[in-house]
């Protein structure tokens, strides 16, 4: 059974940057979509950045410009550049990856932002 270990998040200033790290531990087969989500206090979970299907990158609104999506060739491994985090930031990141056999979920990060 495949699993996505996640690493990275914390506490941090705002403004100040993080990075969120998940790699794929067994085997996921076709792997067509991988995508970092977030939950914050009161919210539903909401997508945060993702690559397509074919690979493009796409960004909520709210983190556009701030955030950047990257992935190694292989597809083992999926990051998230946090850069000029605010409060509103805060919340449970998590990674989440589709193959051919369904979808997976990271077990989720939390990032909390102080002004």
């Known amino acids: 059974q495949a699993q996505l270990v996640e690493s990275g998040g914390g506490s941090v200033e705002s403004g100040g940057s993080l990075r969120l790290s998940c790699s794929v531990s067994g085997r996921i087969f076709s792997i067509s979509t991988m995508a970092w989500y977030r939950q914050t206090p009161g919210n539903e979970r909401e997508m945060v950045a993702e690559?397509?299907?074919?690979?493009?990158?796409n960004y909520a609104e709210s983190v556009k410009g701030r955030f950047a999506i990257a992935r190694d060739n292989t597809r083992t491994t999926v990051q998230l550049y946090m850069n000029a985090l605010k409060p509103l930031d805060t919340g449970v990141y998590y990674c989440h990856v589709r193959g051919s056999s369904g979808a997976y979920w990271g077990q989720g990060l939390q990032v909390t932002v102080s002004s």
């Open positions: 690559f397509t299907s074919g690979g493009s990158r």
